[in-house]
């Protein structure tokens, strides 16, 4: 059991969620951590720079972890998955995510309140993007899609032991556009929370050297041979239905499209502003097409093996933080 790292030494009830992230020099995981007493989750900081101090606190764990992101994801999902079995929904953010406590308290509720397979937050207006379905559309609690992003995917437990083997294929990119394919059943299955955005502070593809793409090798390289792996194909991002700030669920892609014009307010906001308008205008017609829907697929044969010790290693060993029992697999 998890025990707090609280003043007068008690235990407390163990947190039901678990935020993890690869972290660097320049991460944002103080926000996560102020001081809040409605925190509902308990942060797990990997760090691959090993000059980064240790960092401690009430329900922190902490480790050195060299290696790219999804590779070092891999190595942690590995040894520490009885650890990871302890909580509901497990989020893996970006460590240039900036969001508050009570946010990111907030979208795990809300994870838990509809029982999403996977999820994320919004993105505010003035967020980096890649995907303009993904930019908050104040209007609703959430919308129902077809499609997370790697940024800040929440996965409920099962189903991120699950999907765990794309980690451990080799790519850093396009694994996103794999996993809903593996587990979907109905359409409200994934979602985007509108009600708890969060902003991405840098520039997509930033830290593109740290994850092995140098030498001529392009994030479309990894996305390409990943969907051909699956044998599925590029899917268009699209919302399914959604659900108002008041509980009302909408229909309707005429409803939905309608409710997306005011994107047309974000395109400002950042540079290239001709790069976002064009991924705005992509989601306008995405939307006038229709839901894209799921298509189901499986691990080709082999490719779901996750021998135990395979992985990265943690560079050196992890460190407890205090009043906490470090994760161990």
């Not at 994934?190 to 994030?219: C, M, Q, S, W």
């Not at 082999?302 to 395979?310: I, L, M, Q, V």
Request: net charge neutral.
């Amino acid at each position: 059991m998890t025990r707090n790292g609280t003043e007068d030494g008690l235990e407390q009830r163990p947190r039901k969620y678990l935020l993890v992230a690869r972290i660097g020099p320049k991460s944002l995981h103080a926000q996560w951590l102020a001081a809040s007493a409605d925190r509902n989750y308990d942060v797990f900081l990997s760090s691959y720079d090993t000059s980064l101090p240790a960092i401690a606190g009430d329900g922190v764990y902490f480790e050195y972890r060299s290696g790219s992101k999804v590779a070092g994801y891999d190595g942690l999902l590995r040894e520490h998955a009885e650890f990871l079995g302890r909580y509901k929904y497990i989020c893996f953010f970006d460590d240039d995510i900036s969001a508050t406590p009570s946010s990111i308290s907030g979208i795990f509720s809300r994870c838990d309140q509809y029982n999403l397979k996977i999820a994320q937050p919004a993105l505010t207006w003035d967020s980096h993007f890649t995907y303009a379905c993904l930019l908050q559309q104040k209007r609703y609690a959430l919308r129902y899609l077809n499609f997370v992003e790697m940024m800040c995917p929440v996965f409920r437990h099962d189903i991120l032991e699950r999907i765990a083997p794309l980690y451990a294929l080799g790519y850093e990119s396009g694994i996103d556009l794999v996993w809903c394919n593996l587990v979907a059943e109905g359409p409200g299955d994934f979602a985007v929370i509108d009600e708890f955005p969060v902003r991405h502070t840098e520039p997509v593809g930033g830290n593109k050297v740290a994850n092995g793409f140098v030498d001529g090798r392009l994030y479309e390289d990894d996305i390409h041979a990943i969907l051909a792996l699956f044998r599925l194909p590029w899917l268009r991002a699209t919302p399914i239905s959604a659900v108002s700030r008041s509980g009302r669920e909408i229909n309707g892609r005429m409803s939905l499209l309608l409710s997306a014009l005011v994107l047309l307010a974000a395109m400002p906001l950042r540079r290239p502003v001709a790069g976002r308008f064009r991924a705005i205008l992509v989601h306008w017609r995405h939307l006038w097409l229709g839901a894209a829907g799921n298509v189901h697929t499986e691990f080709p044969a082999g490719n779901a093996d996750r021998s135990p010790g395979y992985g990265v290693l943690p560079s050196c060993k992890p460190r407890e933080s205090a009043g906490q029992s470090m994760p161990m697999a």
